[in-house]
């Protein structure tokens, strides 16, 4: 039994939170939930499963693949034999994004549903990468979404929400980049790439960040395509200007947007893409000023909500990246006196449990802890545990008699 | 595509939460965690997978057998022909309750806990049974555990913190059967019950209340047991008397318990039995005098959590039985209040938007809905979502201009 012990940890990638970082968490999502619950949207949950076919159903992209399949029940060693493909064993997937679920979420629920609909999901989602530093198997998504709205009413109400998360989670600094699908179809139109080729021409774009402005032009020109054009208008964008072969039209919606107040700085970034491909107009990312990667995006996708109902369904919706954030910010406790009480174990049990009862009917939280000889290390205990003050409980002791001090 | 429509709903036995549903299960769910963490009980998370080894390594009794089962990734054609079993082809699986769980997380991170460790749990958990009527293949389990105390102080505490959790529901008339498993061998070695037939002995009780007085005494006498006596010492006790073989040292830790006061009445029940196999002493059900089924229950389950450690552990825990706890209950809001706004069409998104931010910085919840014909459904729906209040926007209102009533 011992040699157990050896290796007893979670799965690959999958962590355990102990009390103070499960407390972290906690309160970053609480406000984060807050402040989208304020500003209109509704949470709903769905199962961690969804059918595999659903999943596998070409709405998630490459996180497809990442799907942590699970077994039908009830399988013989006859089913392995007639099987051809490992997946034709699995019946459900555990969910690699909350976008799938909520169009089935959508789909399934409709009749019950406003025909705008806000709603907030934060749960979390399973993707069998390979674990590296800050990526994990299993991790939380904040997600809110508009489905049912076509106007840029959808868009301003995501980004005001998220403007008041933000601020609530003291990232004050925190900005949205902010582009279109449709304007980066006009900049490819007008350096004459096909049609059929704009969609890869976009991944590359994509990459500016990683390769530069002069490895995008040189693996736009490698595929045969302008890229000094399309990098050109780009530039010209950015820096405000409206080149000719652009029209006034294609710029409209991403005028409209700079021009709302949502409470958030907006900046506008012709070259940014964001990976997905089902963008189908305005698109975000937010940004910190001390950060070198996004904390979350977002954008319009009409035509996806509506693939399983076979009803045309716009919607928009924003992704917080939560694991990101959650090191980033500092959340004051609620307030609430968190008495750590170490106890001498001559105390009796039923006195014990009549102070603690005492004091939580006075509104405090109680923690308890047994005395030991290192008081010091029982108090850091006691504090990691979310103490704020505590006393030291002896025998005979009321919980009116105790000295209940700061904990620093 | 549209034939897709037909079936779009979750897997089988698994739930959505719409708006309302989820509300009112996060409302159940805040008030049990903070009553809990008010007596010093602290939230830790695990993921919810384990290795399949673990969840199958005995812990769990025939919930083992209702587990899902994960697939290995990467697998080829080549893995099902070498396989012998369908489980050769899982490494992980989904947890079927939160004590294995709460074992290996003990083992895994013993080092960073206090040696007396209070833990909550809330947390869904995933079993394959044959859905029927108020059964789910995904639920929530909310665990409270002390591990690493074998003295009665835990017993009390647990009480305690679950007597003020049912009183905050508003349970008030809960109270909770109390046993002891050193008492019910006491009783069966009282009525020579072999010890290597007193486990199905008491699986013969715990069926009392199913097959009542005569239905047990008749099976246990099939099995060529006492029958009689052994129902006749639990009735001699059950009306407070205490037989003369059974020796008054089994009484004096259920008299402990009954003398002390957590604050919820304890009724002795001497043929509770609970049917996990792993208590090892005092035992607990939770009941309702207006229910026919229990609403959670627990007990002492010393040299479980040392399992995966290899270390003996002594622990305690109760679960509560949410699911069966969360349409009894009504927990009022917060008392935000939550303005529904109804939008003429006509009004402009930068107006309405500035509207909500206002409204929201104010101290409100906002929800917006489109105005139609049918004024009366759109309240509804609001209503739905949570609105306490609502008011029409029409294009030019300002956030002061609204006139703002309440929505009963």
């Not at 497809?64 to 064993?89: I, S």
């Not at 089935?104 to 749960?123: E, M």
């Not at 307030?335 to 014990?352: I, N, R, S, Y």
Request: proline share 5%.
């Amino acid at each position: 039994m011992a040699a157990m012990a050896q290796n007893v940890v979670p799965p690959r990638g999958m962590r355990d939170f102990l009390p103070a970082q499960k407390r972290q968490r906690e309160r970053v999502l609480q406000t984060i939930r807050e402040a989208f619950s304020d500003h209109g949207f509704s949470e709903i949950e769905t199962p961690v499963m969804e059918d595999a076919a659903r999943l596998h159903a070409g709405l998630g992209g490459d996180n497809e693949k990442l799907a942590f399949a699970v077994m039908r029940r009830g399988l013989g060693p006859d089913d392995l034999r007639t099987a051809e493909n490992p997946l034709d064993l699995a019946d459900l997937g555990l969910r690699f994004d909350l976008t799938v679920p909520l169009a089935r979420f959508i789909a399934t629920n409709r009749g019950s549903l406003p025909p705008v609909f806000r709603s907030i999901q934060i749960a979390p989602v399973w993707r069998a990468e390979r674990p590296q530093k800050g990526r994990y198997r299993q991790f939380i998504q904040c997600d809110i979404d508009i489905s049912g709205e076509a106007g840029i009413v959808a868009e301003l109400e995501l980004l005001t929400a998220t403007g008041d998360a933000l601020r609530r989670l003291g990232l004050t600094d925190a900005f949205i980049r902010v582009n279109d699908r449709r304007l980066l179809f006009a900049v490819l139109d007008a350096a004459s790439v096909p049609a059929e080729q704009q969609e890869r021409a976009l991944i590359t774009v994509d990459k500016l960040d990683k390769i530069g402005d002069d490895g995008v032009v040189a693996e736009l020109t490698e595929s045969g395509l302008d890229g000094e054009r399309v990098m050109g208008i780009i530039r010209a964008l950015a820096a405000g200007q409206v080149p000719d072969d652009i029209d006034e039209s294609a710029l409209a919606a991403i005028r409209d947007l700079l021009d709302a107040d949502c409470g958030v700085r907006l900046e506008f970034d012709p070259s940014l893409v964001r990976g997905m491909g089902y963008y189908t107009g305005a698109i975000f990312e937010i940004a910190h000023p001390e950060l070198s990667y996004s904390i979350g995006g977002g954008g319009r996708y009409d035509g996806m909500i509506g693939r399983f109902s076979g009803t045309d369904v716009p919607a928009a919706g924003i992704s917080f990246g939560f694991e990101r954030l959650v090191d980033l910010v500092d959340i004051a406790g609620d307030g609430t006196e968190t008495v750590g009480l170490v106890v001498d174990k001559k105390v009796p049990a039923q006195e014990l449990v009549a102070t603690k009862r005492s004091l939580v009917e006075s509104g405090r939280k109680v923690l308890v802890a047994n005395r030991a000889r290192n008081v010091q290390s029982v108090l850091e205990q006691l504090s990691a545990l979310g103490a704020t003050h505590f006393a030291f409980v002896r025998p005979g002791d009321s919980a009116d008699a105790l000295e209940i001090k700061p904990l620093d």
